[in-house]
């Protein structure tokens, strides 16, 4: 299978649109497009031509280019089934378990529901790439704006079983805020003040900090961990409370941070 060659673009405030490109055909996609104009700036740079858009979810910061990207480029919007009627000229409605081929490029489709209920998540697992929006984000993860608990849990909790070297590309550059929070959680995880040590000398830099090793996620982000003991005891329950009702009372005091 073909492998991808991904190039990050930062747009708006705090948003990343992903490049991938897969050399063999030269198929290329854009994930959730916030605005067109910097995607066909960076296209032309590149001299790369877009084949394909790949939407996690329907919030306008990340489909707002749609429309002029395919009116510009013709190309093929792929997006949720449940979203049909939100996605902006959704060529190929795709589901759970859906495989669909960038080029040589086998991607493979999650529903991770939660921040959404139609939420999607891209695996290219022959690249060791996770495009996961708003689902996960590097030490976080998305509000619940439609999703409960039990379903956004559900779905990290599969994500967190891909393997370890699977790097995390997700929709916003939000590490350092939510560093911040993982070190009142965890205070004594070595492994998070390393990370966290690490996060802050590349914002120092003007760097990015996505996208994220799987492994690291699992051993320093809290919402990953709302079945370890430190992590229940941290929001003032008992080790062995069900993991949903942890991860609730960490999102919530998230949202009031």
Excluded at 9 to 24: F, G, I
Excluded at 93 to 110: C, N, S, Y
Excluded at 155 to 168: E, N, Y
Excluded at 206 to 230: I, K
């Amino acid at each position: 299978m073909g492998r991808i060659v991904v190039e990050p673009l930062s747009v708006l405030s705090d948003n990343y649109v992903w490049l991938l490109r897969e050399p063999e055909t030269g198929a290329t996609a854009a994930v959730d497009p916030a605005v067109a104009e910097p995607v066909l700036d960076a296209l032309a740079r590149l001299g790369w031509s877009l084949t394909h858009v790949l939407a996690t979810h329907h919030h306008h910061d990340h489909i707002g280019g749609i429309p002029t990207l395919k009116k510009e480029t013709g190309c093929t919007v792929v997006g949720a089934r449940a979203d049909a009627h939100r996605i902006p000229g959704l060529d190929v409605p795709v589901g759970e378990g859906d495989l669909f081929m960038l080029g040589a490029a086998a991607v493979r489709v999650m529903e991770v529901p939660g921040h959404t209920i139609g939420h999607l998540a891209f695996w290219v697992p022959d690249s060791a790439a996770l495009f996961c929006g708003d689902t996960l984000f590097t030490l976080g993860c998305g509000r619940l704006f439609e999703g409960t608990a039990e379903q956004m849990w559900a779905s990290l909790t599969r994500l967190r079983r891909l393997p370890g070297d699977t790097m995390v590309y997700c929709g916003h550059e939000y590490t350092q805020s939510n560093a911040r929070f993982a070190r009142t959680v965890e205070r004594d995880n070595e492994a998070l003040k390393r990370r966290v040590s690490g996060v802050d000398a590349l914002r120092a830099r003007g760097l990015p900090t996505v996208p994220g090793r799987l492994d690291d996620e699992n051993e320093t982000n809290p919402f990953l961990r709302a079945d370890q003991p430190g992590v229940a005891r941290a929001v003032g329950m008992e080790p062995g409370s069900d993991p949903a009702r942890v991860f609730a009372e960490l999102r919530r005091r998230k949202d009031v941070f």
